[in-house]
């Protein structure tokens, strides 16, 4: 460790320096199997950084029964890598190449988990049997019920805290340093508030790591709206991206469905097929059971409601088809009543009353892929939660572990986000546009315009192994030219503690300062020292409470309903919030300091997104994916008895987009798909490279 003494307005600020290979930013699914691949493959000088151990969408999110996605691994049906492929590809807007390495690792990810000791379910043969999940045409999908990727980030963490491998907590990166040298621009560390840093000489908790390469995986856009199912505890991270300009990709393209608001889950699979009833309340607690307003019969509302099961993300191709109305119209009805001030439950006690004999449902209104399912479910019985208890009793305790009894409890609802397909374009090895910097998980934008479900969960294990597999080519290569010494990891226990041993090495990298990083140290150091102000700072309450406001905006014009002109006045906000932001804001103490540098992600994050939409529109894009463009209400969409004008011209682009720091510019082009390429197949050859 090393002391950087710097001067600004007659104080002597002391910051300390931490020298790694590797960081590693984030401590979900991606994160931790990025430093368990680095560590098992002889790299050992790597560190951790994570806001909190127990944030995350990882760590926090599920479903009925959570997919993961891989290669079929039972029974008799064939598949291959080329298929799965094929199958990620066709969903638009995607990498061939990518697809290719998505389906390729799949197997190998998978069994890893299982060595790992993730419950994936297997039969007496040991064959681990699928299911066929949205967009899936081969029964790919697996899961081990409701908390599938927090078993896995458990796991994962598990196999790296028994290396010692060093998770630094409480630490929030604010800033890429970037080098030059004489290929170009590269990644050379961050910037980082970490309260165990706090001291008189260092009021803003800031520490620097300067490291050969970032495996960036913090996880998507989670706070940049109001109705969201990302957990509370995860926000936003890519602004600090953004800033540095880090391309992104896909950026208007994310899933938004049905999920529970009170405790923030996704309403999928068996909460679904179970077929529940549907109600809103008014202010004074009057009911209305409102889906039959936009069905025409109980059998086609029943049917959407099954369907809203394995075709949970909103999709504008589903609102109306084949002559009646379809799954996606559940949504488009449940926000519709949130826009008359009304608040909309899912009620597992009773059956939908056009469907409902004296407490029992009347089964012979069921048409046939409804009635088949449950009745091989063994399902045919009186009530929503008596069918969910024989489907999925899981499902039900789930909810009870925090306090909800759907037995005897409505649940709350909304049209939430849950997923970004879109974010950091990286290539084939999750490397970003920026050299050094790679992107593993959901911030990666590797998927385009719909995906199987599960397949965000193989993403987070393929792409960081890609990008270690990457980085340890390079170090390997490096330590045969310049005999680099390997470090020990130090012990786990508080950030000085975890980091404190010296890093002095011969490698180049541990130089504390070069000319190309001493204007961006100076720029992050007066941020630093003048934003905090204990007198006259905002308190973290303050900008909480203007964080509610900033996703409401983006909510109201840029979820899976956009209207043109309510982006162009946000854009326009925002731009001027942006422009003055760190002149005009203090914060009060650390805790405001950290907030601060939040919301201001949050903020460039929504501003870059917004542009992204604007631009997709300048281009002649029209409603795709999960998002309608629009200038109807949801109940004006439902009026409307004929399909979606659907996006037919961009599924063979991937729309990348960079924010100009200069200019405060939001520009975006459309370059053609990469296809998926004609690997070397003849085994003698791959032998022979293999060994070389």
Excluded at 186 to 192: E, F, L, N
Aim: proline share 3%; net charge negative.
């Amino acid at each position: 460790m090393e002391y950087l003494n710097y001067e600004y307005w007659g104080s002597t600020y002391r910051i300390p320096c931490f020298s790694y290979h590797t960081i590693i930013v984030g401590t979900g699914a991606a994160g931790y199997n990025a430093a368990d691949e680095l560590y098992n493959g002889g790299l050992h000088d790597i560190a951790i950084l994570t806001e909190g151990v127990n944030m995350g969408t990882s760590r926090n999110t599920g479903s009925d029964k959570q997919t993961y996605y891989k290669l079929t691994l039972a029974g008799g049906a064939p598949d291959s890598v080329r298929g799965m492929a094929e199958t990620l590809f066709e969903c638009g807007s995607m990498h061939g190449d990518i697809a290719l390495c998505e389906a390729a690792g799949s197997a190998r990810a998978f069994f890893k988990l299982v060595s790992l000791g993730v419950p994936f379910p297997a039969n007496e043969a040991g064959e681990y049997v699928g299911y066929k999940t949205d967009h899936d045409p081969a029964m790919r999908a697996t899961s081990c019920g409701p908390l599938t990727s927090r078993l896995m980030t458990e796991a994962l963490e598990r196999s790296v805290r028994a290396k010692n491998i060093p998770v630094v907590d409480g630490c929030r990166v604010i800033r890429i340093f970037k080098d030059t040298d004489e290929t170009g621009e590269r990644c050379a560390g961050c910037a980082a508030l970490c309260e165990d840093a706090v001291t008189k000489e260092n009021p803003a908790g800031l520490v620097f790591f300067l490291s050969e390469n970032i495996i960036w995986a913090t996880g998507g856009p989670s706070a940049i709206y109001a109705a969201t199912v990302y957990p509370e505890s995860q926000t936003c991270a890519h602004g600090t991206l953004f800033r540095a300009g880090v391309r992104g990709a896909s950026l208007t393209e994310s899933q938004y469905g049905i999920a529970s608001v009170k405790f923030r889950w996704n309403l999928s699979g068996t909460y679904q097929q179970v077929l529940p009833r549907y109600v809103s309340v008014d202010k004074d607690g009057c009911e209305y059971e409102f889906l039959g307003d936009y069905f025409d019969t109980p059998e086609a509302l029943l049917t959407a409601t099954f369907l809203k099961g394995y075709e949970w993300p909103f999709d504008p191709r589903k609102i109306y088809r084949d002559g009646k109305r379809g799954s996606s119209a559940v949504d488009l009805a449940v926000f519709a009543e949130t826009q008359k001030g009304r608040r909309v439950y899912m009620d597992f006690m009773h059956n939908p009353s056009c469907a409902d004999r004296a407490g029992k449902l009347d089964f012979s209104l069921l048409e046939e892929t409804p009635h088949t399912y449950l009745s091989n479910s063994g399902a045919l019985l009186d009530t929503p939660i008596a069918r969910l208890q024989k489907m999925n009793p899981k499902a039900i305790a789930l909810y009870a572990d925090h306090g909800i009894d759907l037995a005897n409890e409505y649940l709350e609802i909304a049209v939430c986000a849950q997923h970004n397909n879109g974010g950091i374009a990286v290539d084939c090895n999750w490397e970003s546009s920026l050299r050094g910097l790679y992107v593993a998980g959901e911030a990666a934008g590797t998927f385009g315009i719909c995906r199987p479900g599960g397949t965000a969960l193989n993403s987070t294990q393929v792409g960081s192994y890609r990008a270690a597999q990457k980085i340890l080519a390079e170090y390997r290569a490096a330590k045969e030219a310049e005999n680099v010494r390997e470090t020990e990891s130090a012990p786990m226990t508080g950030l000085f503690a975890v980091l404190g041993t010296p890093k002095t090495k011969e490698t180049g990298y541990s130089r504390l300062m070069t000319e190309a990083l001493y204007y961006q140290t100076e720029t992050v150091m007066q941020l630093g020292a003048a934003l905090v102000d204990g007198e006259n700072g905002s308190t973290a309450e303050t900008l909480l409470e203007e964080r509610a406001a900033f996703a409401r905006e983006m909510s109201d014009c840029g979820a899976f309903l956009r209207r043109r002109d309510a982006l162009e006045t946000l854009m326009a906000h925002r731009n001027m919030q942006l422009g003055g932001y760190f002149h005009i804001h203090r914060a009060k103490d650390f805790r405001a300091l950290r907030e601060l540098f939040i919301d201001y992600d949050i903020l460039l994050t929504q501003y870059v997104y917004a542009g992204a939409m604007l631009d997709y529109l300048a281009d002649g894009g029209k409603s795709r994916g999960s998002a309608v463009y629009t200038d109807k209400t949801a109940a004006e969409l439902l009026a409307v008895t004929v399909s979606q004008d659907i996006d037919t011209e961009h599924a063979t682009v991937v729309q990348e987009t960079v924010f100009d720091n200069d200019t405060g510019l939001v520009k975006s082009t459309f370059v053609s798909v990469r296809a998926i390429p004609d690997a070397e197949l003849w085994f003698e050859n791959v032998y022979n490279r293999s060994r070389s």
